[in-house]
């Protein structure tokens, strides 16, 4: 069992800047590749982008490249989502995921106009 926990989402202008965290209370992140994905209201959920686990490397869907950058924290265990250059389009509620299985509860993010 694996509980993973997002936070940080809220409000933001178009073009300001939030940061998102997957934490995982009890289980050792770094050893899983996680993802990040989003769901906006009337839409499929959507992959926004990776972290390996070897090597941390990262890959993003061509919506939020240049964007958007994901990035581990060891010694707090935990992953984040930098989101700049924040557009209406990116709101919706982010999930992190580990391993295709298991999910966090959803941060909202809404970006106005």
């Known amino acids: 069992q694996v509980r993973l926990v997002e936070s940080g989402g809220g409000l933001a202008q178009s073009g300001g800047s939030l940061r998102l965290t997957c934490a995982a209370p009890?289980?050792?992140?770094?050893?899983?590749?996680i993802g990040w994905f989003r769901q906006a209201p009337g839409k499929e959920r959507e992959g926004v982008g990776c972290?390996?686990?070897?090597?941390?490397?990262?890959y993003y869907q061509d919506a939020v490249k240049g964007r958007f950058i994901i990035s581990r924290d060891g010694a707090k265990n935990t992953v984040h989502l930098q989101m700049n250059g924040l557009k209406p389009e990116d709101t919706a509620v982010y999930y992190c995921?580990?391993?295709?299985?298991?999910w966090g509860q959803g941060t909202q993010v809404t970006v106005s106009s």
């Open positions: 995921n580990l391993g295709n299985i298991w």
């Open positions: 009890g289980s050792t992140l770094e050893y899983y590749a």
């Open positions: 972290i390996s686990s070897s090597n941390s490397s990262t």
